[in-house]
């Protein structure tokens, strides 16, 4: 395990919040420009563009230069760099459907692992201008030159809860967005397309519940820290750890968190039998 003082973990903040300048720079000459999608499946859509590579391109380029020793893994290159217990999580453009659309509800992903844990997260939305940043030291929003705590809201029961995925269709099966949707119908409010920005908003205490599944680790790093350094919970769906991305659920408050999860579970039980 590391022993990151606050020190050095500030340092590492500090260049996190570097790598997002460096990516920002990269993507916004091609958001709501002409450019060419390319699609990485055979039997769905899942794009990619120059902007996610470029990108990534940039992310990788500071972090050999400055941490050589550490690992980077991301969504468009895979894994590479050093040795290190730290390893760096990238996704360039998490909600690249949002950004070949036009749409602002996506977002630079930038987290790092100590080997343990997730224990700094940075989400960029260079377009909105807005960094969300988590840590030990706190969950933070930076936009117009302003930095804002940030905090979850109390929610003690799912029939006021606001809930949220990217889409009923990227569920892994048909099993999870029965029930995503269980959940759902429990609750006050569901609306979907937020992709990165749902735990973001989360975390700002404007949503209750984030569940998704089919997630990859380079998807979720990042926005641990932020979630949890609001006060919120972040785990699979079973209550394990999130950290390599499957099946995740993110609740801004503790009590609903417990009530998604056993409606999550008794879902999937029946739909394997075992209920």
Same mark, same amino acid.
């Given at each position: 395990?590391s022993?990151l003082?606050? #020190?050095?973990?500030?340092?590492?903040?500090a260049?996190?919040?570097?790598?997002?300048?460096g $990516?920002?720079? *990269?993507? =916004?000459?091609?958001?709501? $420009?002409? !450019?060419?999608? &390319?699609?990485?499946?055979?039997q769905?859509?899942?794009p990619?563009? &120059?902007?996610?590579?470029?990108?990534?391109?940039? /992310?990788?380029?500071?972090i050999?230069?400055?941490?050589?020793?550490?690992? !980077?893994?991301?969504?468009?290159?895979?894994?590479?760099?050093?040795?290190? &217990?730290?390893?760096?999580? /990238?996704?360039?453009i998490?909600g690249?459907r949002a950004?070949?659309t036009?749409?602002p509800?996506?977002?630079?992903? !930038?987290?790092?692992?100590?080997?343990?844990?997730?224990?700094l997260?940075?989400m960029?939305?260079?377009?909105?201008? &807005?960094?969300?940043i988590g840590s030990?030291l706190?969950a933070? =929003?930076?936009?117009?030159?302003?930095?804002?705590?940030l905090?979850?809201r109390?929610?003690?029961?799912?029939?006021?809860?606001?809930?949220?995925?990217?889409?009923?269709?990227?569920? $892994?099966t048909?099993?999870?967005?029965d029930a995503?949707?269980?959940?759902?119908?429990?609750?006050?409010?569901?609306?979907y397309g937020?992709?990165?920005?749902?735990?973001?908003?989360? +975390?700002h205490? =404007?949503c209750d519940?984030v569940?998704? #599944?089919?997630?990859?680790?380079y998807?979720?790093? *990042?926005?641990?820290?932020i979630?949890?350094?609001?006060?919120?919970?972040?785990?699979?769906?079973?209550?394990?750890?999130a950290?390599?991305?499957?099946?995740?659920? $993110? +609740?801004?408050?503790?009590r609903?968190h417990?009530?998604?999860?056993q409606?999550?579970?008794?879902?999937l039980?029946?739909?394997?039998?075992?209920?």
């Amino acid at each position: 395990m590391s022993d990151l003082d606050d #020190s050095a973990l500030q340092e590492l903040i500090a260049f996190a919040c570097g790598l997002a300048d460096g $990516a920002g720079a *990269a993507i =916004l000459p091609f958001f709501r $420009a002409p !450019i060419a999608v &390319e699609n990485k499946l055979a039997q769905a859509f899942d794009p990619v563009t &120059e902007a996610d590579r470029q990108a990534e391109l940039v /992310i990788r380029k500071l972090i050999e230069e400055t941490y050589p020793a550490h690992r !980077i893994q991301g969504e468009e290159f895979g894994a590479g760099g050093g040795s290190s &217990e730290f390893c760096w999580y /990238i996704d360039p453009i998490d909600g690249t459907r949002a950004f070949v659309t036009g749409s602002p509800m996506w977002g630079v992903l !930038i987290g790092l692992h100590d080997g343990i844990a997730p224990v700094l997260g940075v989400m960029e939305q260079p377009f909105t201008g &807005e960094r969300f940043i988590g840590s030990r030291l706190g969950a933070f =929003l930076w936009h117009g030159g302003r930095t804002q705590q940030l905090q979850t809201r109390p929610c003690a029961d799912l029939a006021q809860a606001v809930v949220t995925t990217t889409h009923p269709d990227l569920f $892994a099966t048909t099993a999870e967005r029965d029930a995503y949707l269980a959940v759902a119908d429990q609750c006050l409010l569901n609306r979907y397309g937020g992709d990165c920005y749902a735990y973001a908003m989360l +975390a700002h205490g =404007l949503c209750d519940l984030v569940i998704e #599944s089919g997630l990859n680790s380079y998807d979720i790093q *990042a926005l641990i820290p932020i979630v949890r350094a609001a006060g919120g919970t972040i785990t699979a769906w079973d209550g394990g750890p999130a950290d390599q991305g499957g099946r995740v659920i $993110a +609740a801004g408050d503790s009590r609903i968190h417990a009530q998604a999860c056993q409606l999550l579970g008794d879902r999937l039980s029946r739909a394997d039998g075992r209920g």
